[in-house]
């Protein structure tokens, strides 16, 4: 390049003139270095001597030696090209490291044998006998290599001693010659001499240096590999264990073998035990009428936690009374949207996570409003117990549990879909001065019905609360209008107290998707809680209905990474490989082996509330079915049981009423996925609406197309 870069611009006619600068690139008044000048430029004068020397191979190279003259003359040319042909095939296993006037004399000993010939230079028994004739011979070594011989004859003494003498099979001989070849070829990287089969040995080692240990040389398993290696790159991996990397091999041992699939290699109760610290998860949804204070005691809640800082509720605070809502402060820690904040009202489902002494709470705060009972469904679907917030004002709890009232629909819903533990905060109480008589009343009303939809006494609980002062929600209140006839636990305590639902870890994978939108990079993401199995990053997942395949590269938990995530977590998945468009609110990622079944036909048993229209064939309902909300119609009615035993008590019936216990069918207007009640009861429930109104809850018993 630097001719090109200096005759730039040249004017050649000026050379024409003169016939001795024909041969010449440049003229000299153009700035070029003697050396760069020497190197690139061409001239007559020194054609015959160049300036450039040839590179000059490493100091301790041994020099070629010709063949011997008298050698080559009494050869005929048959045998001269056997010699030539010997010494190639040596010179390709030995490189440079041996002069070839000593392999010309073993090849004339064995017959121009290469195998036998590089037999003998490679054994430690023929390196004396090698000395002494190439002394004795027509060209004798060179003094270096006379010196260097014994180093490296005393370097490999203990592997030649623990090398075994004799290797049985068929193929001994040829196994044994690999060894020491491999053998040699290490020998002399260590000894100084240049690398010839591109062997990487940072640095010569001393023998004296060596542990015992690096120093031990080819053993039995070295030969095996070298066996069971036949190409060269495979071959030249082997010397790595012995003499020449013995330094390296103790320092930096080889790293193990990679696990096959890394789902089976994970022990996923362990690891779920060291990620929650030893605490369990518990999904808790907060359900009840509509301004009977959900939002507001849970929010306070939370903030005596520190779950909000005081920056952030003294924020809240000032922003709460500028919009002449001073009261609802605590409420918009869950209420973060502007509308909601605006109308005063939780429309959708806020969540987020707090932790007790042994648990580790998913808060789900559901809207109250009947409006919004659809977005109260897809929270309760995916809750494992429930807080049922009342309010114990005078005609605020009657308003709310009479008809009409979203009390007794929120209880019967939470425990058509699977909820057993229940905690009922009568909140509002010091607007009652903590009257014992006021909540006796609502314990009684309220124990009535829950006993009814389904819930045992045992497992429901009752607590006096003040969501706005904050009384009996994380300490137990000191307020001694309560104290005097309430000994029992705060809010915070009785959540400790539930017991966490077994999660179906060992099922097929399954999640259904309550949200879907595009994130920063490439593909999307799907929010949605994890009912059965487990995942981990780089798994391919099969979505349905749409039947589409795609990978999970990133898996968020309460916005923090994680590798893997299992039944009962509420997570954001990253996927790619999919259009976001075929992905919508419903589906359910599983097993691409194990897939859910999908159809829009399928028998139930159902259980009718109190409806005022009586069910017949063709009555059009709306199938809320975990997040999915789908047009249906009953396409029949199979007969009629009993509700405790489950006895057919009239087959075939021309109408349903309220209360009663019936099997039917019912068709889809698009396909749904769905899973048999008794194999998955998380996706086996569903609740049947009609007119803004939940008549019916049921579950799935079969699956026709």
Known sequence: MSRHRNVRGYNYDEDFDDDDMYGHSVDDDYCISPATAAQFIYSRQERQTPNVEPVEEEAEDVEEM???????????????????????????????????????????????????????????????????????????????????????????????????????????GQIKMDSEVVSKVARMTVSGKKQTMGFDVRSPVDPRTLSPSSRRGCSQEDITMTTASETPSKRAETPSRGPGAGEEAVSTPTPGRTPGKAKQQLNIRAELEKRQGGKSLLNLVVIGHVDAGKSTLMGHLLYLLGNVNKRTMHKYEQESKKAGKASFAYAWVLDETGEERDRGVTMDVGMTKFETASKVVTLMDAPGHKDFIPNMITGAAQADVAVLVVDASRGEFEAGFEAGGQTREHGLLVRSLGVTQLAVAVNKMDQVNWQKDRFQEILTKLGHFLKQAGFKESD???????????????????????????????????????????????????????????????????????????????????????????????????????????????????????????????????????????????????????????????????????????????????????????????????????????????????????????????????????????????????IRE
């Open 460 to 702: 429901v609980f009752y607590i006096p609360t003040s969501g706005l002062s904050g009384e009996n929600l994380t300490t137990r209140s000191s307020a001694p209008e309560l104290t005097s006839w309430y000994s029992g636990p705060c809010l915070l305590e009785q959540i400790d107290s539930f017991s966490s639902p077994v999660r179906s870890i060992d099922k097929p994978f399954r999640l259904c998707v309550s949200d879907v939108f595009k994130d920063q990079g490439s593909g999307f993401c799907v929010t949605g809680k994890i009912e059965a199995g487990y995942i981990q990053t780089g798994e391919r997942v099969l979505a349905m209905p749409p039947n589409e395949t795609c990978t999970v590269k990133g898996i968020t938990l309460h916005d923090e990474p994680l590798d893997w995530a299992v039944a009962g977590d509420h997570v954001s998945l990253t996927v790619t490989g999919m259009d976001i468009i075929k992905i919508n609110t419903g589906c359910v990622f599983c097993e691409p082996k194990e897939p859910i079944r999908v159809c829009s036909r399928f028998r139930a048993r159902i259980l009718l509330f109190n409806i005022e229209v009586p069910v017949t064939q063709g009555f059009p309902v709306l199938l809320h079915y975990q997040t999915v909300s789908e047009p249906a119609t009953i396409r029949k009615l199979l007969n009629v049981l009993h509700k405790s035993s489950g006895e057919v008590l009239k087959k075939k019936p021309k109408c349903l009423g309220k209360g009663m216990n019936a099997t039917v069918e019912i068709q889809t207007h698009r396909p749904v996925a769905l899973e048999l009640y008794k194999d998955f009861k998380e996706l086996g429930r569903f609740m049947l609406r009609y007119v803004g109104s939940t008549i019916a809850a049921g579950v799935v018993t079969e």
């Open 66 to 172: 010709p063949i011997s003259p008298s050698i080559a003359h009494t050869l005929d040319p048959l045998d001269q090209g056997k010699l030539y042909s010997c010494l190639d095939q040596m010179r390709a296993v030995l490189g440079d490291a041996v002069s070839d006037a000593t392999l010309t004399q073993v090849a004339l000993q064995t017959g121009f044998d290469p195998q036998k010939a590089l037999d003998v230079v490679l054994s430690e028994d023929s390196t004396p006998t090698l000395s002494t004739q190439s002394s004795q011979g027509t060209a004798a070594l060179p003094g270096r290599v006379e010196e260097k011989a014994p180093a490296r004859r005393t370097t490999q003494e203990p592997s030649i001693a623990q090398r075994p003498e004799k290797v049985k099979g068929r193929d001994g």
